[in-house]
């Protein structure tokens, strides 16, 4: 099963972006029944997670993307999203999708332990210029 993001792109801050994730054997992969995650990474910065949905769908944010970004899930099209509103040049990252059929220690858990997830998409590049 391999996970594939789209929608990154160039934007000036306060602009907005969706990030989709698809998977490659969507028939095999239902969202439902896996723990997701969004995270970002930066160049010459530590990997760091943006958003988490749970298997029940409970949801976490890191605190900088708080109120700014939504991750949501369209369960009928297999899709994973990021919604990325009032982004800012802090912001700028390749965006990776992953994905887990256990449920870990929760999802505040799973948001701080990116190794833990063991489905990656390739990642997906926004760029926010000031």
């Known amino acids: 099963v391999q996970l594939v993001e789209s929608g990154g792109g160039s934007v000036q801050a306060g602009g907005s972006l969706r990030l989709s994730c698809v998977a490659s054997?969507?028939?095999?992969?239902?969202?439902?029944?896996?723990?997701m995650g969004w995270f970002r990474q930066a160049p010459g910065k530590e990997r760091e997670g943006v958003a988490s949905m749970g298997r029940d769908a409970r949801i976490r944010y890191a605190d900088p993307v708080k109120g700014r970004f939504t991750i949501s899930q369209d369960i009928a099209k297999n899709t994973l999203y990021l919604q990325m509103n009032r982004l800012k040049a802090e912001d700028t990252a390749m965006y990776y999708c992953?994905?887990?059929?256990?449920?870990?220690?929760?999802?505040?858990?799973?948001?701080?332990?990116?190794?833990?997830?063991?489905?990656w998409g390739q990642g997906t590049q926004v760029t926010v210029s000031s």
């Open positions: 992953a994905a887990n059929a256990g449920v870990g220690y929760g999802v505040s858990w799973s948001l701080n332990h990116a190794e833990w997830f063991n489905y």
């Open positions: 054997a969507a028939s095999a992969f239902p969202y439902s029944k896996y723990c």
